[in-house]
């Protein structure tokens, strides 16, 4: 079997963090929200479209239970920005930074990356191409 990418990440939201999450992703990360078939009540989750062949499926659950340090650590995506890019479009947005790293090595090599958090404590790193 050979793979040729991740498709989605399924995260799970709080039932009443969906306009946290479009606000977040959507408006302050600029990726694009699709939401017709959710809204519509004919699939229980949302898109964050993060590329033409990837996406973060967000799905509201009462269930919701924050990720905890032995849970979950990070997603990571590779965005077409500079580092310094990527710091002022955060800091216009309103965005705090966790963490910066000068070379995390990811699947594609080391760039230089920043961490942020999103509203239900998701760690987000936003990479640098290599």
Known sequence: MQARHIDHVNLRIPADGVDDAREFYGEKLDFGIEDTLYAADEKPFFDVRLSATAVIHCRPTEEFEPPTAT???????????SLDEIESELYSAGVEIEKRLDSPLGA??????????????????????V
Do not use: C, W
């Open 71 to 81: 849970s979950y650590d990070h997603v990571a995506v590779v965005v077409e920005e």
């Open 108 to 129: 594609t090599g080391e760039a230089p990356a920043v961490y942020v958090e999103d509203p239900f404590g998701y760690q987000i790193e936003l990479k640098a191409r």
